[in-house]
Structures are given as C-alpha cells and as structure tokens.
C-alpha cells in the first residue's frame, strides 16, 4: 500500500499523542518550606546498641568464694562494698539485687530477696560497706530486702551444701518510678522488675558463698 504525505504526517501525530499519554506525569514541585521526604519508611526499627558485660566485685571475698560472716545474720548483717565498672554511655541509673538462688520461695520462679538497691546515680561506682539502714539514701538510692529497708545477710543452714548468694547489676537508660515504702517486699521487687523491662543496657554478676558455721 502506498502512503501518502498526509497519512504518515497523521501516524506520526497518533504516536506522539499516545506516547504522552502513557508517560508517567512528574511529581508537582514541593512547596517552599515543607518538609523533605524520609529517607527510609517511617516506623522502621531502629536497632539498640548491644547490652554491655559490667564489671562488678568486692573486697571481701572473691568472686565465688565463701563470704565472711560479718556480712552474714550470724555476724552483724553488715552489708559488703561493692564496685563496679565498664559502663555504658546512656546510662541513667542502676539497680542492684542481691538474692539466695538455692531457696526458691512461692512457686518456685522466685527466690529469698536479701537486698535490692533501685535508683544508684548514674555517676556511682561504688557502694561502701555497712550502708546506713534506711529506706532512702540521700542520693536518692532506695533499698529493700525481704525484712526491711536495709541488707539482709545470708543465713544457709550448717546442714547440706552452701548456698550461692547472687549479686546483680543492672544499668538502666532511665530512673525507675518505684516508691521506697507502701508496698511489701515482694510487690517492691516485682514492680521494680516490671519497671527495667526494656531499659537493661548492661548486666554484671558477683557470686558469694556461705553455709551456717
């Protein structure tokens, strides 16, 4: 078939057309001042900084070792020093808990509470030895144990193997909003555990042992 002038000038107006209409419109400029576009999808996670290994120890014994019986009921109850290290920067508090993990209480998911300590500054790298036995310090530290606001020593039995007494500590990017008083030992624990939910940013461990002379 022989084509025109005319015809290919009319094809050559239909491609151009159709062309135009399957092509993509551009995005309408921004309007000054709005914000920029995110550079990746809004909720995405954000991935935390891994929980650290603290250092934690103290004079009195080693770790894993027998404690003396000045910091045991059958002594003073005096309560040992402790000091700790290797802190994470966003570090906002620390808790402390000191517990009997050979004398399961309750259900048997729980233990003897022989000391928690919740709001140490962030700025603390010690507790010194025989803390004065009250419900609030100064520094704004709070502590219980399973009979009152103060260290409770061990006190294993002189029958059957000693018991392991251990000591943890926990950094925290936030100050806990757990009362010193108004609850009972156990509810104080609980909530204080409740509370570091999703705020542990470190975690060291000291282990004492001890069985009634």
Request: proline letters at 12%; glycine letters at 8%; one cysteine or more.
């Amino acid at each position: 078939m022989r084509l025109t002038h005319c015809t290919v000038l009319a094809l050559a107006l239909a491609t151009t057309s159709l062309s135009a209409t399957q092509r993509p419109a551009a995005a309408p400029p921004s309007a000054p001042g709005a914000p920029a576009a995110p550079s990746q999808p809004v909720g995405q996670f954000q991935r935390r900084p891994p929980m650290v290994t603290l250092t934690f120890s103290t004079t009195a014994w080693p770790d894993g070792g027998v404690m003396p019986a000045t910091h045991s009921q059958a002594g003073r109850d005096v309560s040992p020093p402790l000091t700790w290290g290797n802190v994470p920067d966003d570090t906002a508090s620390f808790v402390i808990i000191a517990h009997d993990i050979d004398a399961p209480v309750g259900n048997g998911t729980d233990d003897v509470l022989h000391w928690m300590l919740w709001n140490i500054p962030k700025a603390s790298r010690a507790l010194p030895a025989d803390l004065d036995r009250i419900s609030q310090l100064p520094d704004g530290t709070r502590q219980i144990s399973g009979t009152g606001p103060y260290y409770r020593g061990p006190a294993a039995p002189a029958t059957g193997a000693p018991h392991h007494y251990v000591f943890d500590i926990y950094a925290l990017d936030v100050v806990l909003n757990v009362p010193a008083v108004g609850q009972s030992p156990a509810e104080t624990r609980a909530a204080v555990m409740a509370a570091m939910a999703g705020h542990v940013r470190g975690k060291g461990a000291l282990v004492g042992l001890y069985r009634h002379p």
